[in-house]
């Protein structure tokens, strides 16, 4: 209601320059589909009912049924047009995205009115002479245009056109003319202003106390230097983060505003009210609150509220263990269910304001809330208000499933390149596919893209084998055996129903487990397909007594602890194949699993987890992604108190603060130390902080070794990027590599070879994509040499002098001039890196090879990757 109200109050004012992104989407449907939408009028069989709104359909007049179109003067100047279209030989309704750039933000409101009525003949203009007219009216049925119909590829040569509506439009934006899909590929090719086009995609998803002491460990800080840092930086007072997520649970401790000062001034946000959210849930902490669910509706259809809120608030906890990891009070005496982990809870900039904004819903199925799932026009549009409202960071756990898209056709891409041409930092999740290579996802270099790492502290339960031997477990499950006393040991595979295929028969997948053969014992689950949790809940409906939860080979050593329904632990691989050879050994297997407890100061640490996703980078190879790793597994935070720990359907309890691991959980950490930057140097860029972090970042862990990875072996570039952050030494990096917002667009049309703002042509030859002022070096497919070159901005407080040193990649030698670079405060030098393949070395067709160059001054050490693949 308050979101309308000010859109109203805007009337014929300019078109806000701070405001990005406007949705502007019609829908186009045509077959019955039993997840329909509240607000469409969908068309069916004479007096069939609409079962999300209870509706009378009519399909008397198919062929000349009007059209009714809701649409919003863009407000926004950067245009984005979303359509939803249905064909008959598709039951599912799409959003299309028309992305058009950015406008001046000069134009009025009826001025932007005017060129979208200019746009919308123009298209129309361009379909095909065999199209049918179709007649287009406004909200009181008055007819204002005339569109054709395309018959052919696009659509059944009997499709059937309803009704449109509008995503994320509001009043104020009403626009009574619209771009119809049969041309928008013909706009798209021969309409300057059209960017790209792309379907809004379900496939992006969530990626989901001891870590900021940690950091402190890693960095080598002792006593009260650990806080250096967060006291400098004010604890990141009156920096305002925006969280795009899955909402907050705002009762949360951890969302305290006692002692926060007044909300900053220049804040423009609302706090958007709806199902057991009010604006008075808002306050000095949580400053902004919206939500998004009209693509998620577009797909699914109306949201089903019984598992689900309407508001900001948070079913979930992703969100609200996100947004209190970056900026949650400090909190004492807390800890996750049955003690584990207890101390004093903390986000990284506990004095930031927090801003969230909902764009996750639940998919919907037999356990909704396992998995949610996120929709790019819903995460535009957040975007859109976040930059507009007045964000200095983003932070964005969220990530594609599958091949990820070019930058045009990427929400999240598209909405940060605005927020980074607005200063505002954007962090996101590099993703959980590890680790395989090339899985990695949120590529564009204009944002930060975080991996995920260990930390030094675990749960140990120890499993005492029948045969004396004792493994080393661990768990946070808060239930215990009974005594001391041994229980029967049985591996699943041995202990599953008739029928069960054998690739799957050790995993204790739902349903799987004889009870007969399983009742009163402990039993070897592996790890594989299906949810960690979930089977320990089969373990517990089938009757057994405990689960020993086996990682696969690819898991290493890395175990993220789970809260399970039963008593419980989790082993290594390793680990899991010798009690697997114990039981195999002997005809009565048995064991015990002792209490678990917490430890610290775990060796070594940081381990890069097996979960997180690797380059290289598949949309541009010539950018390193991730760019650096923070700490990601067995992460404490708050949580929705309507969500279990295990969010399984099934279980039935409640936490304040809970345990979880993932690549959401280390881009905050990212986001935190982001917000403490801007703070402490409220003028650096974004490209700016990013570079700080990235070349202050080290590759050895907190006992000075070099980071290894969960199967033991050394890791490289290509999992942590630049190496562990660091954010004490970021505050100060020395030198920082700049990147300005025209440097971006110059890289997309030499990338993907898409002008990405209209205003911008992109020249006949842009320059290499190994030449964006990046704070790393990658190159894909050398033959022979190339130059690279970059650009160091001194930004410490006095004239220094920097020699460079070189790491070669094996197999490729690295030159770089000049070797000294001179500064005064401020001043910019340029440099020239030559690296071309050594055959004497060896170095093999396809391989990546790592190295590293680092200038210094003898207080600074400002260290790059080079990342190589020969051809």
Known sequence: MKRRQSNRAAGMAAADPSRLLSTLVFRILSCPHPSLLAYITTPGPKGQQNKAQGRPRDYSLPEK?????????????????????????????????????????????????????????????????????????????????????????????????????????????????????????????????????????????????????FIGDEEGLKGSERNWLRSRAKYGKNVIVGMVDSGIWPESESFGDKGMGPIPKHWKGICEEGDAFNSSHCNKKLIGARYYVKGYEAYYGSLNTTYAFRSPRDNDGHGTHTASTVAGRVVRRVSALGGFARGTASGGAPLARLAVYKVCWPIPGPNPNIENTCFDADMLAAIDDAIGDGVHILSISIGAVGTPPKYSEDGIAIGALHAAKHGIVVSCSGGNSGPALATVSNLAPWMITVAASSIDRAFDSAILLGNGMTIKGQTVTPYELKGNESYPLVYAGDAVVPATPS?????????????????????????????????????????????????????????????????????????????????????????????????????????????????????????????????????????????????????????????????????????????????????????????????????????????????????????????????????????????????????????????????????????????????????????????????????????????????????????????????????????????????????????????????????????????????
């Open 65 to 213: 049924m009007m059209l009714r179109v809701l649409l919003s003067l863009p407000l926004l100047p950067l245009l984005i047009l979303s359509f939803l279209f249905t064909a008959f030989s598709y039951n599912q309704r799409q959003v299309y995205i028309v992305y058009l750039g950015e406008h001046s933000g000069t134009k009025t409101t009826q001025e932007i009115h005017g060129d979208h009525h200019s746009l919308l003949l123009s298209v129309k203009n361009r379909c095909h002479s065999d199209a049918q007219y179709i007649s287009v009216t406004n909200d009181d049925g008055i007819p204002i245009y005339i569109l054709r119909q395309r018959h052919g590829n696009l659509f059944s040569t009997a499709t059937r056109i309803a009704s449109m509506d509008l995503l994320h439009c509001s009043p104020m934006r009403k626009l009574q003319s619209f771009r119809y899909w049969c041309c928008i590929y013909t706009a798209k090719t021969e309409m300057g202003e059209v960017v790209s086009t792309f379907r809004s995609e379900g496939r992006w998803s969530p990626h989901t106390t001891r870590s900021w002491e």
């Open 503 to 871: 690739n799957v028969s050790g995993q204790c997948l739902p349903n799987s487990l004889s009870a007969r053969k399983v009742r009163g014992k402990i039993v070897l689950c592996l790890r594989g397909s299906g949810l960690r949790a979930a089977k320990g809940l089969e373990v517990k409906r089938a009757g057994g007594a405990a689960i020993i939860l086996g990682n696969a080979p690819a898991n290493g050593n890395e175990i993220p602890v789970d809260c399970h329904v039963l008593p419980g632990s989790a082993v290594s691989s390793d680990d899991a194949i010798t009690i697997l050879k114990y039981i195999n050994s002997t005809g009565q297997p048995s064991a015990t699993i002792g209490r678990a407890r917490t430890t610290l100061d775990v060796r070594p640490a940081p381990v890069m987890t097996a979960f997180s996703s690797r380059g290289p980078n598949r949309v541009e190879p010539n950018i390193l992604k991730p760019d650096i790793t923070a700490p990601g597994l067995n992460i404490l935070a708050a949580w929705s108190e309507s969500s279990s720990p295990t969010k399984l359907e099934d279980d039935h309890r409640s936490v304040a603060y809970n345990l979880l691991s993932g690549t959401s959980m280390s881009c905050p950490h990212v986001s935190a130390t982001a917000s403490l930057l801007k703070s402490m140097h409220p003028h650096w860029s974004s490209a700016a902080i990013r570079s700080a972090m990235m070349t202050t970042a080290t590759v050895r862990n907190a006992q000075k070794g070099l980071i290894k990875n969960a199967a033991g072996e050394v890791a490289g570039p290509l999992e942590y990027g630049s190496g562990h952050l660091r954010p004490t030494h970021a505050s100060d990096p020395g030198l920082v590599y700049e990147a300005s917002y025209r440097d971006y667009l110059l890289f997309a049309c030499s990338s993907i070879g898409v002008q990405m703002d209209p205003t911008f042509p992109c020249p006949e030859s842009p320059p290499s994509t190994f030449d964006l002022n990046y704070p790393s070096v990658s190159v894909s497919n050398l033959n022979g040499s190339i130059t690279v070159h970059r650009t160091v901005t001194n930004v410490g407080q006095w004239k220094a002098r920097y020699h460079v040193s070189i790491v070669e990649p094996s197999g490729v030698s690295v030159k770089i001039s000049p070797k000294i670079l001179k500064f005064k405060e401020g001043e910019e030098k340029s440099f020239r890196i030559k690296l071309q393949v050594d055959g004497s070395k060896g170095a093999r067709s396809g391989e990546y090879v790592a190295g590293s160059y680092t200038w210094s001054d003898g207080t600074h050490d400002v260290r790059s990757p080079i990342v190589v693949s020969v051809a």
